[in-house]
């Protein structure tokens, strides 16, 4: 009778114990969350969020299912990105993806403890987001659409449709640290191949009336506009405002090009944001952001719109024509 009860004690106690291994083995596992801080429009980062989370899928993180991403858009005013910033944080997100260089710089100022993926950044080096694209250090790393001696090439580009051009204006946004750098590699150009600059600057939305009429009156036979978050976003009445002036541009990013824009080169920029989900899955697996090395790009594309060309009356030459990615008729 004792050993029997000896044995019902042991068994009672084993049960106690396997109660909470059970209660505990069906909790679900959290869920990793993803912020996403763009200083731009939801309708202008459809595509690029999209590139982001196929590139999540690839590497197998479905969202809505094992991983929940949370975006946050400020709308062009850059003012805002310090508490969409702190509103991610406060959700508790395992990682930031932040988009351009201003959204980068916010999150890092807000947190130096959640990893920051950038997506597309200028010179993140200068703009003090690492300390090296080999070695960043710190919260940050991703990659970088640093290619500032593009603004060069653009201008070759520019000057075989026009052989003659003599003066360009250059559109810039000055309240961002990369453009700035793409506008000094075109003055260093523009010297070599002859052609003088009209430095035109942009700060925020209600600039871009003004500066039209700067490059109105300063007698430019060209328009290159410089790649950033802010241009882009008013890539419209860019476009049309290059349109009515009758100005041969090209710009950095196809969506120019897709807009009505003469032609357009430069980085890929979906191709980066499916490249900064590698990023964010080697960080949610456990990977240090000081550890990655930040990429640059290695895709970029060359977009002619030819019916834009015959607008106004210009022949693109055959041998630019063979070169483009891509000719839109």
């Known amino acids: 009778m004792a050993h029997r009860r000896a044995g019902l004690i042991v068994t009672l106690a084993s049960a106690i114990l396997l109660v909470p291994l059970a209660a505990v083995a069906q909790q679900p596992a959290k869920v990793p969350r993803i912020g996403v801080l763009s200083n731009v429009r939801a309708s202008d980062a459809g595509p690029r969020d999209e590139a982001l989370r ?45 988009p351009g260089t201003p959204a980068p710089l916010a999150a890092r100022a807000t947190t130096t403890t959640i990893p920051i993926v950038m997506a597309a950044a200028g010179d993140p080096v200068a703009s003090g987001l690492v300390a090296s694209l080999a070695k960043p250090g710190g919260n940050v790393t991703g990659l970088s659409v640093m290619a500032p001696e593009l603004g060069g090439k653009r201008l070759q580009l520019l000057k075989e449709v026009i052989p003659r051009l003599s003066r360009v204006a250059v559109l810039w946004n000055a309240a961002n640290p990369y453009p700035g750098l793409v506008v000094k590699e075109t003055e260093a150009a523009a010297r070599t191949l002859g052609v003088q600059v009209q430095s035109v ?57 897709d807009a009505g824009g003469l032609m357009a080169y430069g980085a890929h920029l979906p191709e980066l944001y499916r490249r900064a989900a590698g990023y964010v899955d080697k960080i949610l697996r456990g990977a240090k952001p000081a550890d990655l090395p930040v990429e640059q790009p290695t895709k970029f594309e060359f977009v002619i719109n030819l019916k834009t060309a015959k607008a106004l009356g210009l ?11 891509q000719v839109i008729d």
Not at 77 to 94: I, M, N, Q, T, Y
């Open 201 to 257: 600057e942009v700060r925020g939305l209600t600039d871009f009336d003004g500066a039209f009429s700067t490059v109105s009156r300063g007698a430019a036979s060209a328009l290159l506009v410089v790649e950033d978050p802010l241009t882009l976003g008013q890539r419209g009445p860019i476009v049309e405002f290059a349109a009515r002036a009758r100005l041969p541009a090209i710009y950095g990013l196809r969506e120019f090009a």
């Open 54 to 98: 196929q590139g999540l899928r690839e590497k197998g993180w479905v969202d809505g299912q094992n991983v929940v991403i949370e975006y946050r858009y400020a709308d062009h005013e850059l003012g805002r990105l310090p508490a969409l910033a702190a509103d991610l944080v406060r959700l508790g997100v395992d990682v930031i993806v932040a």
């Open 315 to 325: 022949t693109i030459p055959q041998a630019l024509l063979i070169r483009a990615d």
